[in-house]
Structure formats: C-alpha cells, structure tokens
C-alpha cells in the first residue's frame, strides 16, 4: 500500500492464534461496508503460540494487514505506543484480538461516531458478563469522579482522530486506561457509543482483578500529572506554605507560654514545630527543582516539533 488509508485498525494480540481469521474477516467486511480505504495494524506482543504465522498467512490475502513484533511480552501500554506510531490512517481505531468486540459492527460504529465531530470515541459495553462488572463500575466510577469525564467505559474500545493520538504524551504503565482522560484534559470533544459484548470465544484473558490496585495508584498519578505537571510549584509550594503556617503558629504559642506564662518549654511541640518548619522549606526546594524539570521538558518538546517541521518539509 503506497496511499495512506482512510481507517487504521489497530489491534494488540497476545496468544491469540485462533481468534485471527475471524478477526481479520470482520474487518475486511467493516471495511467493505463503509466504503473507504483501511489498514489493520496488529501487534504481537511476545506470543508463544502461532499468532505471528496466521497473521502472516492472512496477509498474502490481505495486502493491507501490516505486522509488528515485540520480541518479548511488554504489556498493552507499550504495544499501543508502537502500534500507534505505525499507523498511517487519519481516523484510528483501537479493537481487542479477543473478539469480545466484532470488528464488522464496532468499526462503523465508532467511525461513524467520530464523524458526527468528535475528536474521540468510547465503546460502551452492553450485555457485559465477563465476571469483571463490579471492578470495572467502580474504576468508572473513579475516573468520572476525579476527571469529570461523563463516559460509562472508559477502558474499553475507542476511535481517535490522528490529532488526539499525536497530542498524547509518552504513555507508560498501564496508561492505556487513560487515554479518554488525557485527551479530555486537553480539551478534545469526548464522545460514547453503545457496542455489544460477546464472550471470548477461543484463548483465555490476559487480565486479572490484580490490577486493580495498580488501576487506583494510576488513577493518581495520572491525576496528579494533569492538574500539577506544567506548575508543580502549586503543589509542593501549597505544602510548603502548610507547613510553615503551622510551624509558625506553634512557635508562637510557644513563646506567649515562655514570656507570659511563665511555662517550662514543651520540646515535643518544640522539635515538632521545627521538623514541619525543615519539611515545608524541603517541599519548597523540590517545588523549585520540578519548575526547572518542567521547563527543561518543554524545551525538548519544542525541538521535536522544530525536527518533525524540518523533517515534513523535507518530505514534502
């Protein structure tokens, strides 16, 4: 293929060797219904089983079924990174390998979605029965709570226009999970459509209620990140604040009690007030600290836009 594609689709798969005919099949009958150009970018994450060959069997059929390999399993988060730098379609569109979704009738659904003019666009899982409702309605629950996001499946199959995807900082852990906040946070226009859930059908999940402490510690940071990262001072420096405030209100009750009371001094208050008076000059320090980090940040992504101008005139 020497165009770009309309539609990219792009699918993470782990051991799921007998889930690709049937998913390549339903997209290429997406495809065929929509009328428009796409390309399917699958990323096998490290499988041990024979995914990699039916991939490759399917696309001497399939022209347009691009392949990409990590040589070891590295997690979804790092397969949407690659998967996301490989793709070449102006609307991309993120489907599990599990079949839970069926590419013929989500495709259009989200594509269809982003043309009524949303940057971005979540499944929502009807008729779920995978065992995993409770945890999942708590972890929405969460994130439509910390991040005012109004979605019902925040972590489920989504359609992206290409700003969206480029406009999304390095995703690391498990960040995928946060692709809808991040985007939202930036000011991109969310929106939802109603898709079936099927049961897997073939191979097993790959996820399991251990993650969702690790969800929650996530949730954190990434919140963390998006209200503090371009001013930390706000933070560290509220703290600061905090604790000389009471540093120093204690230290003057302590003095009104030695000079007009006439009371012995009171040391546990006393080191107390000093330990609080050194943490919120330390939070000062590291509020400083992370403003230079920051800025540096900045810098950096300056240049790469300056490289990426120089290198997209070069091409054109």
């Given at each position: ?15 799921e060797a007998d889930n ?24 096998d994450d490290g499988s ?81 029965a995978d065992g995993k ?184």
């Amino acid at each position: 293929m020497t165009e770009a594609p309309h539609i990219s689709v792009l699918v993470p798969a782990y051991n799921e060797a007998d889930n690709i005919a049937e998913l390549v099949t339903r997209t290429a009958r997406a495809f065929s219904s929509l009328g428009v150009t796409g390309e399917l970018v699958l990323v096998d994450d490290g499988s041990s089983d024979d995914t990699v060959a039916q991939v490759q069997i399917w696309q001497q059929r399939y022209p347009w079924i691009r392949l990409i390999c990590n040589r070891r399993n590295l997690g979804l988060t790092a397969s949407l990174r690659k998967g996301f730098a490989a793709t070449r379609g102006e609307t991309i569109l993120f489907l599990p390998a599990d079949l839970e979704s069926h590419p013929d009738e989500d495709i259009p659904k989200l594509y269809n979605r982003l043309q009524e003019g949303y940057d971005l666009v979540a499944g929502w899982r009807q008729g779920r029965a995978d065992g995993k409702e409770f945890a999942s309605s708590l972890y929405n629950a969460v994130t439509r709570r910390l991040f005012d996001v109004s979605v019902h499946d925040a972590n489920w199959i989504k359609g992206f226009r290409r700003e969206v995807v480029h406009s999304l900082p390095p995703l690391r852990s498990d960040w995928h999970r946060f692709l809808l906040h991040i985007a939202a946070d930036q000011g991109f226009r969310v929106g939802e459509v109603p898709t079936t859930w099927y049961p897997r059908q073939a191979g097993r999940s790959h996820f399991g209620l251990r993650r969702i402490p690790i969800s929650l510690l996530d949730v954190l940071v990434v919140r963390f990140l998006l209200t503090f990262q371009q001013a930390p001072m706000r933070f560290f420096g509220g703290l600061g604040l905090a604790s000389l405030g009471v540093s120093g209100v204690t230290f003057l009750f302590l003095t009104y009690l030695w000079f007009f009371q006439q009371q012995t001094q009171k040391r546990p208050i006393f080191w107390a007030a000093l330990v609080l008076a050194l943490a919120g000059l330390l939070f000062f320090l590291v509020g400083f600290l992370a403003e230079l980090i920051v800025a540096q940040g900045d810098r950096l992504q300056a240049l790469e836009r300056r490289l990426d101008a120089v290198e997209t005139d070069r091409e054109s």
